[in-house]
């Protein structure tokens, strides 16, 4: 590296992977906080890559170099020169070059460089003439900081199923037509085809409404087929289910909770 008199260690992958996977893992958080919060999806996303950007390029000009995952791993990003990068040579390593990721075989070289490089440079960093060097050895900090960072990632995982499961969500336009169709087909007007869907929508996880396979209400799930009759009661009479289950016939039920 150009001048420079004692030359860094180079990180090792080990080090990288434990560091991208944590800042990875709080854009991810970030994601899920907001989809959780309800925000529109292109709301959520831009808040993602917001969070992506602040602990990277922002967190590299306070910390000279260090994103918060590279920090806690103590690992640095420098420039060919041997100083610190800031934020601008930051945002196009860790966010422009990165985008390209998108494209299987970049991200493919990207990695393989990363791990033959006698200068551990991976594709991007030689685009923008970067390099990782360790500070301190530690292996273990990079065991810490994977896990805490497959701690983050599962929080994502486990977040963006929970949104999606919630009642309300996973619907499409397409869900509605079908419904909508098959409910007119059983001679039902279309105010109360539409009052039926709004209200099992609205109580229903999307995969519990798709996974209805038969026509024969008494064969659903006894969750789904209390909400059906419920909702035939309502759109019915502007009622609530009567007390006595018997009361409401199977032929009021919408049949048709089938999307596919």
Known sequence: MEGSHRQPAVAGFGYRV???L????????????????????????LLALLAWVFVTSAASAVFDGQTLGKRLTGTRVIT??????GFGTSVLRDTGARA??????FF?????????????????DKMVRTYVVRETRSPG????????????????????????????????????????DGCGREGSSRGRCA?????????????????????????????????ADDAAATCDNGQPEPEDPATVTASSRPRNLATS
């Open 195 to 227: 009052c039926l869907y709004d209200y099992i929508s609205a109580r229903l996880s999307h995969d519990e409404f798709a996974g209805v396979r038969s026509d024969d209400p008494d064969r659903w799930p006894a969750h789904v087929r209390d909400v």
């Open 141 to 180: 900090r990079a065991a810490g900081v994977a896990a805490a960072a497959a701690a983050l990632l599962a929080i994502w995982i486990l977040g963006t199923g929970t949104v999606s499961d919630e009642p309300g969500e996973g619907y499409s336009a397409a869900d509605r037509s079908a419904f909508m």
């Open 108 to 124: 493919l070289i990207d990695s393989i460089y990363a791990i033959t490089d006698d200068r551990g440079q991976t594709l991007r």
């Open 18 to 20: 434990a560091a991208i």
């Open 100 to 105: 390209l990721w998108v494209i299987p075989v």
């Open 22 to 45: 944590f800042d990875l893992g709080l854009a991810l958080a970030a994601l899920t906080g907001a989809l959780m919060a309800r925000l529109p999806e292109g709301a959520a996303f």
């Open 80 to 85: 060919a020169r041997g100083a610190p990068i």
